[in-house]
């Protein structure tokens, strides 16, 4: 299936093959690529190229360009007719530059095949070493080295990784041999194998091979060598390849060059070592050379752990009060030569680079750069210090650091070198770690954190009236429920970690016990919770604090000023408000009244509210609650002092705030002297089949319109005491939830209007205000043109927009999603990252319509999308005028849309 | 708000008062208008203008255009300058006509005043009659008629009109007034009133305006007239007028006219009479003349029911065998003279009309004259008969009957004439009616019935598993749910009457009693069910078995030829396949292979499936279902012989199919051996929030791909027995549910064609087939043409995309969709009828984007809208294959195919 459709894309790539050159060569200071010609070489064949092209030593060799993996896959698996003429001839420069012949059985020329496609990318063949060895070339490597051990070392090695990775003979059962051979001879490393053992073991590996395949290892170097090409042609369409693809969004069609390159040795004495370095420190960002080396040895060791390596820095080994000596001191040398190269190559990329090298019988050679990986807080100061060393310009820095990570710099994060006892992994639903003992109820978790006890909310699912509980609690652990499930939008909100949708885990609440693999672990037992990576972990884990550096506020503030949206935040107590605000939220973008409704002194009011007979009983109720709501609204305007405040007029189903299992009815009715037996019937009257579908926003208005207008008291109330007390104006933008047609917002904003002439009228006082709606449903964005006609503002609610476009409960979605993931049929989750194709579009139209028929309509999104750069990104392609997320994410958001607003051709 | 957006469409509308003539007279065999200005005169008075100009007897008059209502909106409620003396003009040739003058003290000329509109319209001002009368007039008429007493009446009445309706005063402060007179004087009867009374009466009336109004009736007949107009105008723009326009989608642009017309009158002696007519019989249609009529009377003593109305024609009364004597008797020639307008009345209008008449001293005059409204079976006879007499043809007939109305013709219904005690009103979910005993499950409902008894299933609502019940019992009764809630689509799939949402009633299933406004009912207590009007009604009613006449058939037989879409129905069991192809379904559209699992023989293997931990222990509970279903897909192929049947694969989340309560789940998991508390822990793993949205459809043929492999198994191998058995080819169309993605289709297509090998390849036959999927997800919408890549055909699932586009759960909805009609949110239930405007955009733009990438796609629509008559024209005006609706409902879209065929100019 995906191979057809991914050869119908191949096809599609037109090769005129006459004219073609199919190969690139590098080496001696010259190359025919460079940096530039990513989409052709792959990104390391270009950046060896273009090292080439610096002038800095690399083995010689060529690479096999993009353009004959994609001939290749279009002409059914068969090389261009003018490849191999082509390739001998690049052999041959190499032969001429090394002075060694491939498959010359007294000075043989080995080479490494390695495959680079324009995007790193895993599951692929990576690499072939030591290519050109055979039964002859072996003893002509020998003799030449003069090292017989490291000669049949090198051959095992090749046949075992030619073996598995081109040949595709089970690794485990080269490994089984050695491990045999170890065994019989006594020993427990490989380095105490002897020459003879080595040549012992190439014997053995040949049998296998046979054993396996029924035909012999490739005894001609030229053999090997296209098998190789094959191979790693053949590995870009492997499952996980495809796969990855799919996930990445990366056409079969770029397809993989491949790397074939002189090998140089590291492991031919001490004149020789290996070693991997960063430009600068890759944890901190710090201006200093990071790396390790190791002497005499090959790169494979300094991963494997066999070694110790050593640091190639004075100041760093002293910094690390390490006994072995480092590079700078063991080859001063060729340690400046590497230090000249690694300011060269910044002065070049102008960012910071990993690098590998190799450094054979005292000459140095380059075999690798690239931009190198780096923690947020590395990004942060990596790209403010450039900026100011001059190296690149605001815009740069900005672009220098991924909005994503600086996550981390907010939230305390467990100790990386601490022990882990993961329990389980789950959804990451909010990033940040804690530690604390397991509580299954708010109410508990409520009581222990106010005798200072650090707790982890353990639930099923978290429903509004758990927000007290959350609160309290250091983190949220959930069994049921995705990304943006409850547990995990209020957690993100609140700044708590929470990891969600842990399916493996079961709770039973009567026993207090929740089993996860058998393992019990009861209320009072401590567990760590990593938000930002999904796991349960067993105890306590020590946590890093998190620190945000002066360079942090710098970068943001160029952020802010390249900027075109705004960015405002969700929130609406007013702590969450206060870190909004601090974090550099530009207004409330959603502050949900339900969540004022749950609050111990207000919920007997809002139940007695429900269950009251007419409308008069409603009224009563409400007119209890009003002064409530009314204060909540003023601490947030005198918190956010002028900046506006979106406010959604109430909006799940009313059930939600009654009591759900009989025993709870039962304790609610006797603590409010109702009849149980009524508050039964009346929940059982309002259960729904579908609540997220039911009787909820805007049709709570329209059914029970005194509701939104003891709210709209409320907000015209507050305002105005607000603004009079502060000199400043408040302009409240009310927004009416899940409107599907123009009729409903008629009938609601005239209702608003009326109260908003009646306050004024009492109060003496007159002051400005928008009414708006949210378009979270497919119809809404249909019918924006109409809905325009009397909404001052649209703000975009992704969450339940995508839950009805794709028909997926955001909280029954974690049954299946991970199959879609698994299966490619989602690339990435839409309740994290708008779905552009199908979502967007309803987005795109309702923002093309609504602007139709009124052209300054104030637009904006409130879903938890706000605070996704990709979604972002989104909604500044599409002008929107402000994007709104949770207060934790409000600095991602800052950062995401500044980087939108510096994209060209867009 | 809503006058604000109907002013704005007033004012589209241009009028240029410069050239308008406002008025247009009638009478004396001549008019201004005609009936083709029904846009301008309205309905009535184009009548009257047109049976002038058929030389028939119609008192003289003008009517006021629309224009004049137009104007007056645009202008501030201010009427043209020239009116006033256009209508003195019209006046003038009335009293030359009638020889009387409008407010002659001797011989006074009385008219009435009529509304008027374009569509006939309640809510409106009717009817002011006796207008000119005042102090002096009516002195004048008691002289002129010799009849004080008539002539005070008719003043009396002539006030308390114009006080109610034109002046607004309470028309219950008249009642007491002559209540009590009658009190007084120690009489019942009107009639009994001598004319002082009536005198006395006529002062207290005047007495009463003053005192409400504080001024007083007016006594010049032009002030009358112009009062009249005026509110005859007003009344257009009251709430019930608004409300009812909104319903029907009438532009308030239209306005109304108003038709004012001498008095004529039938009570002025014996030569004197009055009555209705319908030129057939609007029960039977048989083409016989039918009315009634009173000698000595006014219209409006026909219908109080003082006095028993008497037959027309001789061959009614002696049908009726009544003594009164019939009008051909009383008045032998002026009965003939009616009996040839009522001939000249078809020929020139070529339908059945219902006629108004008036004999003043032995002259006949005509009052009106307008389509008749007739019952479906009258409808189809006049329809036939009419194309028999060629009066009309084929498609004229066609467009004669509406569909929904022949749905009387195909289901038994209650007696007209029998008493019923209505306990509850809801939503007529199916049609039909029923009585039995209560029963409160489909346990108990099979049971009973097995035993000979009448029983009505009752529950909150019903699933899947209570589908033995649904077909055992006579009629269904939910509280909650829509028009497609399970148990609506169930019941008119089955052909069960069903009422649904009966949200007054609260069922106790522990106690077996269900209570309705206080009063009790249990298991085994009678009730009857009106499908057809949603009537819940006390004890036993009479039904009237349907009849489907020998005409029926010959009109479906003259739709089917002009039809362009196919018809299929919505079936699986072999009863309702077969009911389907009897009326006349070209095709399965939609076969659920869900309720196939629900059959007990098999649900113990579905939950063995459901509860196995891994793919080999579902596999093994699959092969044990795989007979079950072959045979289910052969006795359904057998029974469509060749025809075109979509199956849809497994479409419900998995926890529909096990037991829900801890009660159900014991006794299940003890009587199939199972754990009862493994069964617990898997329910509370399934159990979903929004189960709409939740894991199902696709969504488990990606998870468990072995339940769709068993089921296109068990469809092929069907396929093949049957196809050779009986030598026609049965080529099945394997129908994917709830598709968001491309990737979904690619993936479960592949499956299936892989399945198709083996099987082709096992059973040494091939045969064709094709895979298509539903549209019923708004991304489904948007992406279709991505889909039609991979899909053979799309099916409409409109219900599930009306669900999701507007957000709104059929189950659910019952809570304030009757709040959201009666506001005019929404004017049609859109689970009735397709909401063009949001859900048919998402079905055109897929239909367009589907055909963009695949031009010969086949299109259907198998929601439960396939069988309303303006989803069908939508379906046909974006030119779809066919629809498929339940059994009961095929030969409605036939119909409504057919007419939407005949439309012109869309």
Same mark, same amino acid.
């Given at each position: 299936?995906?191979?057809t459709s991914?050869r ?12 073609s ?6 080496g ?7 940096a530039?010609m ?5 990104g390391k064949?270009?950046?060896?190229a273009?090292?080439?092209n610096l ?6 060799g060529?690479t096999v ?11 059914d698996r068969?090389?261009?007719n003018d490849?191999s003429d082509?390739?001998?001839a ?10 060694a012949r491939?498959?010359?059985?007294n000075?043989?020329l ?7 496609s ?9 690499t072939?070493?030591n290519?050109?060895?055979?039964d002859?070339?072996?003893e ?5 080295s003069g090292d017989s051990r490291?000669?049949?070392?090198s051959?095992r090695r ?11 003979v089970d690794?485990?059962?080269?490994e089984e041999?050695?491990?045999?051979l ?6 427990t ?6 020459a003879?053992?080595l ?7 040949k049998?296998?091979i ?11 170097p ?5 098998d190789?090409?094959a ?7 492997n ?5 990855y693809?799919?996930l ?6 770029w397809?993989?060059a491949?790397?074939i390159q002189?090998?140089?040795?590291g492991?031919?004495?001490n004149?020789?070592?290996?070693g991997v ?6 944890s ?8 390790e080396?190791?002497?005499n040895a ?7 752990g066999?070694r ?9 080994r ?9 590079m700078e001191e063991v080859?001063?040398d ?8 690694r300011?060269?190559?910044?002065i070049?990329?102008?960012d910071m ?13 380059m075999?690798?750069?690239?931009t190198g990986?780096?923690?947020a807080?590395a ?13 690149i ?5 900005i ?5 994503v990570?600086?996550e981390q710099?907010l939230h ?7 022990i882990?006892?993961v329990?389980?992994?789950?959804l990451p ?12 109820s #708010? +109410?508990?978790?409520?009581d222990?954190?106010?005798?200072? !006890?650090?707790?982890i %909310?353990? $639930?099923i =699912?978290?429903?509004?009236e758990d927000?007290?509980g ?16 409850h ?5 993100r ?6 990891v969600a ?8 609440y009567?026993?207090?016990v929740?089993?996860?693999g058998g ?6 037992d401590?567990?760590?919770i ?7 972990i067993?105890?306590s884990?020590?946590?890093i604090?998190?620190?945000?550096s002066?360079?942090f506020?710098r970068?943001?503030?160029w ?11 969700n929130?609406?107590?007013p #702590? +969450? ?5 601090e974090?550099?939220? !530009?207004?409330?973008? %959603?502050? $949900?009244? =339900?969540?004022?409704?749950?609050d111990?002194?207000?919920i007997v009011?809002?139940?007695q509210?429900?269950?009251a007979d007419?409308e008069a009983g ?5 007119h209890e609650?009003l ?8 601490e947030?305007f005198?918190?956010m ?5 979106t406010?959604?007029?109430?909006d799940p189903?009313l059930?939600?705030?009654?009591p759900?299992s009989?025993?709870e ?6 603590a409010s002297?109702k009849d ?6 009346v929940a059982?009257r309002l259960?729904e089949?579908?609540?997220m579908?039911g ?8 059914s029970?319109?005194?509701?939104y207008?003891m709210?709209?008291?409320a907000?015209?109330?507050?305002a ?7 000199g400043?104006s408040?302009?409240p ?8 047609t123009k009729?409903?917002l ?9 109260v908003?002439e009646l ?5 003496g ?7 708006g709606?949210?378009?979270?449903l497919?119809?809404a ?5 109409e809905?325009?006609e ?5 703000s ?10 794709f028909?997926?409960s ?5 049954s299946?999603?991970?199959d ?7 690339e990435?989750?839409p ?8 979502v967007?579009e309803?987005i795109?139209?309702?923002?093309e ?11 904006g999104?409130c ?6 750069p990709?979604?972002?990104h ?6 929107l ?9 409000v600095?991602?958001?800052r950062?995401?849309?500044?980087q939108a607003?510096?994209v060209k051709d867009?």
């Amino acid at each position: 299936m995906s191979l057809t459709s991914q050869r119908s894309k191949v096809n599609s790539s037109k090769i005129n093959e006459a004219t073609s050159s199919w190969v690139y060569s590098f080496g001696n200071g010259k190359a025919d690529g460079s940096a530039e010609m990513r989409n052709l070489l792959g990104g390391k064949g270009a950046n060896l190229a273009e090292m080439c092209n610096l002038g800095l030593p690399v083995p010689p060799g060529f690479t096999v360009s993009t353009d004959v993996c994609t001939y290749y896959y279009s002409h059914d698996r068969v090389f261009p007719n003018d490849l191999s003429d082509q390739i001998d001839a690049q052999l041959i420069l190499i032969e001429d530059s090394v002075g060694a012949r491939f498959g010359d059985f007294n000075n043989p020329l080995l080479v490494s095949v390695r495959s680079g496609s324009r995007a790193s990318m895993p599951g692929m063949m990576d690499t072939v070493l030591n290519l050109g060895l055979n039964d002859k070339t072996v003893e002509g490597l020998a003799n030449k080295s003069g090292d017989s051990r490291f000669a049949y070392d090198s051959y095992r090695r090749f046949i075992q990784m030619f073996g598995d990775v081109v040949m595709g003979v089970d690794h485990y059962l080269f490994e089984e041999s050695l491990e045999s051979l170890k065994l019989g001879r006594g020993i427990t490393l490989d380095t105490e194998l002897s020459a003879e053992d080595l040549q012992h073991l190439v014997e053995s590996y040949k049998n296998i091979i046979i054993a396996e395949l029924d035909k012999p290892f490739p005894q001609d170097p030229k053999q090997q060598l296209w098998d190789a090409i094959a191979a790693v042609f053949g590995s870009w369409m492997n499952q996980r390849a495809i796969t990855y693809r799919r996930l990445h969004e990366i056409p079969a069609g770029w397809g993989t060059a491949v790397n074939i390159q002189a090998m140089v040795f590291g492991n031919m004495g001490n004149d020789c070592a290996t070693g991997v370095a960063f430009t600068r420190d890759p944890s901190t960002g710090e201006n200093v050379f990071y790396g390790e080396y190791l002497c005499n040895a090959q790169g494979e060791d300094v991963v494997a752990g066999i070694r110790t390596p050593q640091h190639l820095t004075l100041a760093g080994r002293e910094a690390n009060g390490s006994k072995l000596p480092s590079m700078e001191e063991v080859m001063p040398d060729v340690f400046r030569q590497l230090a000249d190269v690694r300011s060269m190559l910044e002065i070049h990329y102008k960012d910071m680079q990993d690098i590998e090298f190799t450094v054979q019988k005292g000459k140095l050679y380059m075999l690798q750069t690239r931009t190198g990986k780096r923690t947020a807080a590395a990004a942060v100061r990596i790209a403010v210090d450039m900026v100011d060393e001059g190296l690149i310009d605001q815009v740069d820095a900005i672009n220098r650091v991924d909005p994503v990570q600086i996550e981390q710099l907010l939230h305390p994060r467990l100790d990386p070198n601490a022990i882990r006892n993961v329990l389980t992994r789950a959804l990451p639903a909010s990033p940040g770690a804690a530690s604390g003992k397991i509580v299954f109820s #708010a +109410d508990i978790a409520e009581d222990m954190s106010q005798k200072g !006890e650090d707790v982890i %909310l353990v $639930r099923i =699912e978290t429903s509004p009236e758990d927000i007290h509980g959350m609160h309290a609690a250091r983190a949220i652990l959930t069994t049921r429920g995705g990304m943006t499930s409850h547990a995990a939008v209020v957690a993100r909100g609140m700044g708590r970690p929470c990891v969600a949708g842990a399916g493996e885990i079961l709770i039973n609440y009567s026993d207090e016990v929740m089993s996860i693999g058998g393992r019990n672990f009861s209320a009072g037992d401590l567990i760590t919770i990593d938000g930002g990576k999904g796991e349960v972990i067993e105890g306590s884990v020590p946590t890093i604090e998190p620190e945000v550096s002066g360079g942090f506020a710098r970068l943001m503030e160029w952020a802010d000023k390249v900027r075109k949206m705004k960015v405002r935040a969700n929130a609406e107590t007013p #702590a +969450d408000v206060m870190v909004a605000k601090e974090f550099g939220a !530009e207004g409330i973008g %959603l502050c $949900r009244t =339900e969540h004022m409704f749950f609050d111990p002194e207000r919920i007997v009011a809002v139940r007695q509210m429900i269950m009251a007979d007419d409308e008069a009983g409603r009224r009563d109720a409400l007119h209890e609650l009003l002064p409530f709501q009314r204060n909540d609204f003023q601490e947030i305007f005198r918190v956010m002092s002028g900046l506006p405040v979106t406010i959604r007029l109430l909006d799940p189903p009313l059930h939600e705030f009654l009591p759900h299992s009989d025993e709870e009815i039962n304790e609610v009715a006797k603590a409010s002297g109702k009849d149980p037996k009524k508050m039964r019937d009346v929940a059982a009257r309002l259960h729904e089949s579908n609540p997220m579908l039911g009787h909820r926003g805007c049709r709570l208005g329209i059914s029970y319109p005194e509701i939104y207008e003891m709210q709209a008291k409320a907000i015209f109330e507050a305002a105005i005491t607000v603004s009079s007390e502060s000199g400043k104006s408040v302009i409240p933008e009310i927004m009416i939830p899940l409107a599907a047609t123009k009729t409903e917002l008629d009938i609601l904003k005239n209702k608003i209007d009326s109260v908003a002439e009646l306050v004024f009228a009492s109060l003496g006082k007159k002051i400005s205000y928008t009414v708006g709606t949210m378009i979270e449903l497919p119809r809404a964005a249909l019918r924006a043109d109409e809905l325009a006609e009397i909404a001052d503002f649209f703000s975009f609610g992704t969450n339940d927009l995508t839950q009805t476009t794709f028909g997926i409960s955001r909280d029954d979605a974690a049954s299946f999603l991970p199959d879609y993931q698994h299966y490619g049929i989602l690339e990435v989750d839409p309740f994290v990252t708008i779905d552009v194709e199908g979502v967007g579009e309803l987005i795109k139209m309702a923002v093309e319509r609504g602007r139709s028929s009124c052209s300054d309509i104030k637009l904006g999104i409130c879903g938890e999308h706000g605070g996704d750069p990709a979604s972002v990104h989104f909604c500044h392609r599409l002008g929107l005028d402000y994007v709104s997320c949770s207060p934790y994410r409000v600095p991602i958001a800052r950062l995401a849309a500044a980087q939108a607003s510096t994209v060209k051709d867009e």
